[in-house]
């Protein structure tokens, strides 16, 4: 068993013969492999690892590790009771749109497997909110973890129409304003617009709310470049006026790629780790503590985990590590971070904060 779980075994026999096939294909077999959730949760006492110092408490939400899934692995909340067998602290589902959605033409994801990335211009396919209410609402709970819901749309009032419906069935909804891939969704890069966006979810909230923020480029860029960070930054600030409970730093980021059929998409994974440190710290400086943060972006280890912490992150989600290293990924990564809290005298993943940046047994 332990052989099969390992994340050698996935890179090296199981990933050579998944990535033979084109991503979708290959998706489509591990969503194959996740329908059978008797098999995952007899698995997850394989799959945790279980620790007091990995223990979290993130907007009223405990958690048993700060290592999420992030939105987008499975985007209709069908697999959430397997992928949470996996070890993960807390799993996001969705995003999910108002209506069902065919999405953009393919191909629309590549595989860059040497830089273990992915570029994705998927554009929220989807079976719309009918179908997750009912797979969360036919779900067997109590679940022991957390489930996230990731709404979105192009219009206020289908956003809030999703937050209403899913709301009553998840522990959090994470509003979704930045995909690069659903041009629509710029119009809530407006502080404006966010305003009145928040101002509308929150009349009838009840649950903890996140919001997924858009990638910004480093200071001291062009003037371009700085316009865009400080409109990113304004529009954390919104949220923290807003109350919103935490942001999900960051989405993919937007990039040229002429062999997907729509021309741009996304980029995850390794290639935007350095960026997603940068904005988390960044995001913790311009927010202070008033709110938390979901580290998001190319975390593949302990270390990478560790290190988004200390840049001021609450909770870290990953996805693209999932489908490079496979099902064990997120045991090694809980087991890693659980030593090197340890080895720097700490009893808990909450205290990695407050060191000073530079500390790393
Ligand atoms: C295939 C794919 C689909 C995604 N779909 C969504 C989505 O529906 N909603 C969302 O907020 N983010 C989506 N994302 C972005 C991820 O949630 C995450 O922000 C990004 O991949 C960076 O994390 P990673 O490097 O750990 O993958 C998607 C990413 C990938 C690779």
Redesign the pocket.
Known sequence: MALLLNPNTYRDLIRPLLFRLPPETAQKLADEALRLTPVWKLLEPYLEYAHLSLRTTVAGIDMRSPIGL????D?DCERLESLAALGFGYV?G??VTLSPRTGNPSPR?LRYERQES?V?S?G?PGKGVGNATMRLAGSNGPARVPAVV?V?GETISEIVACHRELEPLASAI?V?I??PNTAGLRAFHDMGALTELLTAVNADRKRPLFV?MPPFPQAGGSRDDDDARKLVLGLAGVCVDQGVDAL?V???RPVREPQLAVGVG?L??RL?YRDMLRMVSDTRAAVGNSIAINA????FSGRDAWNALLAGADTV?????LIYQGPGVVRSINRQLALMVSLNGLTSVSEIAQLPREATA
């Open positions: 992030a939105a987008g692995y985007k996001v969705g995003t994801i992915l994705n998927l929220f990731s979105s994470e979704n930045s995909s997924k999900t960051a989405n993919t996304g995850s994974g935007v998001c972006g190319g975390v989600q990953l996805l693209t590590a």
